[in-house]
């Protein structure tokens, strides 16, 4: 604290001793020694109270942060939660048969015949499905259109194939 060396003590000492006195000299050292451990144990106090507080404070910058991030995921989830519900909503009024609006635009129509809702496919072969849309496109006049998708199969390892329906008659 005071940077004070050997020398500097030895000097002080010889000082006291020729202006306190030899009688006096014991007795002031050790009220010079016990006030100089009060200030210590003072400062140390000070220093201990002041790490405290910012403790303290750091603790409750965390504690806001996490409450935050809780109350974030919290919403989040009952934003999803809520999608969730909404969808279950629909796919049971359509389970249902109840006609159900239709808000996104992007719905696909049910397949017509029980072969293009469970194809039967050769391993080596590719995928050719034709699905007849009987919605109306805005955009080309209200024509309908014929979609037909290719998808290879690449060396995909044989599959067992079931025919649980006689193929249906393809109207189109």
């Known amino acids: ?20 006195g030899p009688e006096k000299l014991p007795s002031v050292a050790r009220t010079v ?23 303290l404070d750091e603790l409750k910058k965390l504690q806001t942060t996490v409450q935050d991030a809780a109350k974030s995921i919290e919403t989040s989830m009952t934003e999803t939660m809520s999608g969730f519900q909404s969808q279950a909503d629909e796919l049971n009024k359509i389970a249902s048969g109840e006609p159900v609006a239709d808000t996104s635009g992007l719905t696909e129509p049910p397949p017509t015949s029980p072969a293009a809702a469970d194809p039967v496919l050769d391993p080596p072969a590719t995928l ?30 044989a599959a067992p194939t079931i025919n649980a329906a006689p193929a249906a008659k393809q109207v189109g």
């Open 1 to 20: 604290m005071f940077d004070v060396g050997f020398s500097e003590l030895l000097v002080i000492g010889i000082v006291a001793l020729l202006v306190i």
């Open 33 to 55: 020694g016990a006030l100089l451990g009060r200030m210590q144990r003072y400062v140390n106090d000070v220093k201990a109270d002041i790490n405290r507080e910012i403790e």
């Open 128 to 157: 050719v499905s034709t699905a007849s849309q009987t919605e109306a496109n805005p955009l080309d006049g209200g024509a309908h259109q014929s979609v037909q998708a290719s998808l290879p199969l690449g060396d995909m390892p």
